[in-house]
């Protein structure tokens, strides 16, 4: 029941030596996707054990440099090392045009097919489900076109309650309907779900909101994550600079993360202006208390 | 009178963390040269202490990834750094696009301008001229269009031989002329130029060759090069690999260094396969004696 976040990379766009512009590897039941691809991600997967094929899905936020130039290397390398199982893409509308342009001018013909799915809706959508998982956009505030992804697990089944399940002798071929929330009913015997089950595990959820402004109207799409990831490129000292450039502080981070009422919230894309993080956490924890912020490397597991 | 070449990345495409791929960093006369820029470029400069502001002259071979990813990063990067200088990149055609179609989707207006200079010739051609040097195409085989670099210095002045020049009370307004080759023709007093001065320095150059297939019309154009960087994806063990990718192996490389008769022979562009590089000197050594194989950070001084 694997919920983790790696983060390859929660720099912001001047590069430096201390970290690597942004990328995160996410493990949700055995889905592994990508969420943007700055410069350089390919060599931290290298780095932290990331497998490359094991990546179906990547989601890029917005065309900043910083966040997705690492992009066609990534989708390169792929077809170098064989791969052959389809790949989906989704982000925004240019950026079909500049993976193909690239693929075409070095005449690769991909061993594999990519799907691309352009993003354009300025509402939050669904743009990934399956049996198991699904993912929305988060509309965020910046200088361009940019989405958060918010990735939920689905509702859970109801837990057998073996011993109560044995004791009123329920034949196995219930098990399925029961695990649905059915309550039991057959020969006119009658036993409410309740009393043969425990409840589902919650669904879990992870948020990741970056780049973006203060803004509020993410709060309702995020509300109860189990785990934030807010964007604080700056400390509240330098907010003017967050104003101009569309960009949070960790005060900020900390007042959505307050207010959409989430169970942890971690901090990243720190200017490179900041030598270390430990103010962002302070700064934040006056009023979000559960904060932490990232480095390269930190994995992220979320329970139940 | 500096004339050193900086490897910033010496692997091929498939990323590992032992080098990173092609990049080089070539300081002519203080004329600070950028050759291919792979991903990842940016932090090897800033690992190896280059200034990324010194740059002035970007050449782009081909526009495999493993040659260009990492320019899109850089001269946006140059903008965030405060750029006003212009900055001329030469390259494919299609580059031009690709730069450009980039910046837009980022919204970026950059500080500073950016001259492309797109290569179509299919013969060598003089690409760059200021009064100390020059920069000539080196047309290569390759499985999309690609050209190697000849970056020479233009012929060095006469020295002045200072004892002569005081012994013969030379006045200082004929040092110039002197220095051009001219004999000295003042007042009905006639000396010849070989009696003032010393023979210039011998005009340095560095080609670079890479990626290319066994290229034999390139010698003309290399002939007698201080220093040849050529590529070597292969050992000839893997000859017929080097054959349909259109690379060479570092016997073919020797062989191109021997019938080219330059001074020496650096070998790069490893395939990831092969764990060290001794192999390849050993095996072009056989051929062509002052071979050497590249890393990352190494630093080569061309002297006189």
């Not at 001047?14 to 990508?34: A, D, G, K, M, Y």
């Not at 077809?79 to 001018?105: C, M, N, V, W």
């Not at 490179?272 to 904060?291: G, H, I, P, Q």
């Amino acid at each position: 029941m694997t919920f983790k976040i790696n983060i390859l990379g929660c720099g912001s766009a001047t590069p430096t030596l201390r970290r690597n512009p942004t990328s995160q590897v996410i493990n949700v039941l055995e889905r592994h996707f990508l969420i943007d691809c700055a410069e350089g991600t390919q060599l931290q997967m290298r780095k932290f054990g990331i497998k490359f094929q094991k990546i179906n899905h990547i989601f890029i936020s917005h065309l900043h440099g910083d966040h997705y130039l690492g992009l066609v290397g990534f989708v390169s390398t792929l077809h170098l090392l064989g791969r052959t199982k389809d790949l989906h893409i989704y982000g925004p509308e240019a950026l079909g045009d500049i993976i193909f342009s690239q693929l075409k001018a070095s005449s690769s013909y991909l061993s594999y097919h990519i799907e691309f799915h352009a993003l354009t809706s300025k509402k939050s959508e669904l743009i990934f489900e399956d049996n198991l998982v699904t993912v929305k956009t988060i509309p965020l505030k910046h200088r361009i076109y940019c989405n958060g992804f918010l990735i939920e697990e689905k509702k859970h089944p109801y837990r057998l309650d073996i011993k109560a399940i044995e004791e009123n002798k329920i034949p196995i071929a219930w098990y399925h309907r029961l695990k649905k929330g059915e309550d039991y009913n057959e020969n006119g015997i009658e036993i409410f779900n309740h009393d043969l089950t425990f409840p589902p595990y919650p669904s879990r959820s992870y948020a990741y909101c970056s780049d973006t402004a203060y803004l509020e109207s993410i709060i309702p799409i995020i509300k109860g994550a189990s785990l934030l990831y807010h964007e604080a490129t700056f400390l509240e000292k330098h907010k003017e600079r967050a104003k101009q450039t569309l960009h949070s502080t960790a005060k900020q981070a900390a007042s959505i993360a307050k207010q959409a009422e989430v169970k942890q919230l971690i901090l990243g894309h720190y200017s490179a202006r900041y030598k270390n993080t430990e103010d962002f956490v302070t700064e934040a924890s006056l009023v979000f208390k559960n904060t932490s912020a990232v480095d390269d490397g930190d994995e992220f597991n979320i329970s139940f």
